[in-house]
């Protein structure tokens, strides 16, 4: 009798001491990076808001929430090396093909991997109507959302 006690308090004693510190991915982690894309007046060159009518990933999933602020903050694909949108404004349509190199990062064992990205120089419009003028790169390496990567001339 003593012996199936001793054996259920080792099984519990080890149960307890399996479980690590990180097991638990703590709210606020480091998550994938959006792209940034800021906007600017293609004859000024000054900074210049926008109000888009609408934004559709092609081929994404999620819902792309329009805000007011002067930059974009969207999601690229992790599992491609090419993400599409499709920008709506005053009724004209213009398709982003943002050309990027993906790189996994491993964060621990219960929040995984996520992915940083590298803008490639192939980014382009696809121009259906032409409201976007000319798209630059203002900095290619996607680590965090502080800093514009795009600059959209409209």
Do not use: Q
């Amino acid at each position: 009798m003593i012996n199936k006690h001793h054996n259920f308090l080792f099984l519990l004693l080890i149960v307890f001491l399996g479980c690590e510190k990180d097991d638990i991915c703590i709210e606020g982690s480091e998550n994938t990076s959006r792209i940034t894309i800021g906007f600017i007046d293609y004859e000024t060159k000054g900074v210049k808001d926008i109000s888009l009518n609408s934004i559709r990933g092609i081929g994404l999933d999620s819902i792309i929430e329009i805000k007011s602020e002067g930059n974009l903050k969207l999601p690229l694909k992790a599992n491609s090396n090419k993400t599409k949108y499709l920008l709506e404004y005053n009724e004209t349509f213009d398709t982003l093909v943002i050309s990027h190199h993906t790189f996994h990062k491993y964060l621990n064992r219960s929040c995984g991997y996520i992915a940083n990205f590298i803008v490639k120089s192939d980014t382009e419009i696809s121009k259906n109507s032409g409201w976007i003028k000319e798209v630059s790169i203002e900095n290619d390496s996607i680590f965090n959302e502080e800093k514009t990567n795009i600059l959209i001339h409209y």
